[in-house]
């Protein structure tokens, strides 16, 4: 009997000790994991203000469908690093040679994973020019461009694929002679970049060179909604709070910061504003979302006199605000018909569907209602008709340029509207 008293007394003296163990422990060790600190999130990119860029995978944990639908827009193929196997199609169907105008010639090639441009004057075997297509601009709708690094300074591809892998052309804008050394200034990369960190010169002149390594292709998360850090951070340690903290929210822009947002790319080429304190032009990458954009770029009011000319590199937002259905609206903005977290091209009826919200009682002519080939699931092609760009040509033959067919984001009745394209 003595004997098991004693066991027991072992025992719990035993269970007492691990406990005060245990207590110690999470008291030295900050057991509580809402005290503790957070694993610090290593950046991607860092922008020259100052903001991290942590990458959408942060995002995924709470957004993941959010995230999933935007990787298939166009926003975030905008740029990616270029993957050979991605045109094995056009590799191993298409001629991949450009024969230009002076005599020369470009050719495609593809090693390993890697893709190159050669160009060879005339019949000698060894290439002028030997670059590799680091970089893939454009989602492949209209087209792609490639971009190569030289050390650290970023040029064009002379050689772009038209349309959906359905050939190659020479880039548009370049002459149809050998060249291929085309550099890609910040403002194009402002656009079809996250962040691209450019490389301050000692001038005020524009230059090409760029930190390699402190570079975010496509438009994620951050390029509208700003500073995420925080924000993932908080939630994280706050898993219960469902109202997204520490973070920049579209319902909370004004009209004008919302459009302001789109027109930073799609308001046609404008020239930086002039910083007279520090007596040089504002640097691209310097607006966010939410500032005003007047204060960045000069305001582009350039619109051909009939609205029928919108320049391919987007004055979208001046032929919209141009637009009878904008000026008679008191909150509409892009995100009114477009979601900038999907891919919508081609879904004309859920486009129709915007249009009827606000046009329920609207009746046509009887000379549209009775024509055989309308549709009426698609409002834009007759209200919003694809028109021939006069700014944006392409090289398909050596004859001539073919003008690039565009959407006209000037919403009207157009005298045409019933010979549907």
Request: with cysteine; charged share 20%; net charge negative.
């Amino acid at each position: 009997m003595l004997i098991i008293f004693k066991h027991l007394v072992t025992n719990r003296l035993a269970v007492r000790t691990l406990l005060l163990v245990w207590v110690l422990s999470c008291t030295m060790f900050s057991c509580n994991s809402y005290n503790s600190e957070f694993v610090e999130i290593e950046p991607i990119a860092t922008h020259s203000n100052g903001m991290e860029y942590i990458g959408m995978q942060s995002c995924v944990e709470c957004h993941q469908d959010i995230v999933e639908s935007h990787k298939n827009t166009s926003h975030y193929k905008t740029s990616f690093e270029t993957a050979a196997s991605a045109f094995d199609s056009i590799l191993k169907t298409q001629p991949n040679e450009i024969n230009l105008k002076d005599g020369t010639k470009i050719v495609i090639n593809k090693k390993g994973n890697k893709l190159f441009q050669d160009f060879y004057v005339l019949d000698n075997p060894t290439p002028v020019y030997h670059t590799p297509m680091d970089i893939t601009i454009g989602s492949g709708f209209r087209g792609q461009s490639f971009l190569y690094w030289n050390e650290d300074r970023l040029f064009q591809n002379q050689a772009s694929i038209i349309g959906s892998m359905e050939g190659w052309i020479n880039s548009p804008g370049y002459a149809s002679r050998m060249n291929n050394t085309r550099p890609v200034v910040p403002r194009c990369m402002e656009c079809h970049s996250t962040y691209t960190a450019p490389i301050e010169s000692s001038t005020n002149r524009v230059s090409n060179e760029y930190d390699i390594n402190n570079v975010l292709l496509g438009i994620d998360c951050q390029r509208c909604h700003g500073e995420v850090k925080e924000h993932v951070v908080f939630h994280k340690k706050n898993p219960e709070e469902k109202v997204g903290q520490h973070i920049l929210k579209y319902s909370e822009l004004t009209q004008k910061q919302k459009i302001d947002a789109c027109a930073l790319c799609h308001s046609g080429f404008r020239q930086p504003a002039w910083d007279p304190e520090k007596r040089k032009f504002i640097p691209s990458f310097s607006y966010q979302v939410g500032d005003a954009l007047d204060d960045f770029l000069i305001k582009n009011n350039r619109g051909s006199k009939d609205n029928s000319d919108p320049e391919i590199h987007a004055n979208q937002i001046k032929l919209l605000t141009d637009s009878k259905c904008f000026k008679m609206s008191e909150n509409m903005d892009c995100a009114t018909c477009h979601d900038p977290h999907k891919q919508e091209r081609g879904d004309f009826q859920n486009f129709s569907l915007k249009c009827i919200s606000c046009h329920q009682s609207q009746e046509h002519s009887p000379k549209t209602l009775n024509l055989a080939n309308a549709n009426f699931n698609d409002c834009a092609s007759c209200h919003m008709p694809f028109v021939d760009s006069k700014a944006m040509k392409i090289d398909l033959n050596l004859k001539e340029l073919t003008p690039v067919r565009i959407r006209n984001h000037f919403i009207s009745i157009y005298p045409d509207e019933n010979s549907l394209p």
